[in-house]
């Protein structure tokens, strides 16, 4: 019932930015938590950032002050911006999004399909 579109992942020099996106869509009501994570290979799936619908974040030790999640409630659109990448910054990134979904307003959790970002020289 609800889709998670991302985008914006590539391959970048170490120092170097990249933007991620996450658009959700479907018969959504209302979204309340949206959040960034990433698995490197052979390793498990870890928090990135996160911010809840009153404009919280959270961030993992390893990105504060490099990375930026923000939102637009409008579009239904999550962003990260990373600065300062560094190669330990290699992984797939996911998006994830929770709220509710029709008039029934039903719970949901979603996941992106994921987006590779390589930092490497």
């Known amino acids: 019932q609800v889709q998670l579109v991302e985008s914006g992942g590539g391959l970048v020099q170490p120092g170097g930015s990249l933007r991620l996106s996450c658009a959700a869509s479907g018969s959504i009501f209302s979204i309340y938590d949206m959040g960034w994570y990433r698995q490197a290979p052979g390793k498990q799936r870890k928090l990135v950032a996160t911010i809840n619908n009153g404009g919280v974040t959270n961030y993992a030790d390893s990105v504060k002050g490099r990375f930026t999640i923000s939102r637009d409630n409008a579009k239904n659109t999550v962003y990260l911006q990373m600065n300062s990448l560094k190669p330990e910054d290699t992984a797939v990134y996911y998006c994830?999004?929770?709220?509710?979904?029709?008039?029934?307003?039903?719970?949901?959790?979603?996941w992106g399909q994921g987006t590779q970002v390589t930092v490497s020289s």
């Open positions: 994830n999004v929770g709220g509710t979904v029709g008039l029934g307003r039903k719970p949901f959790g979603s």
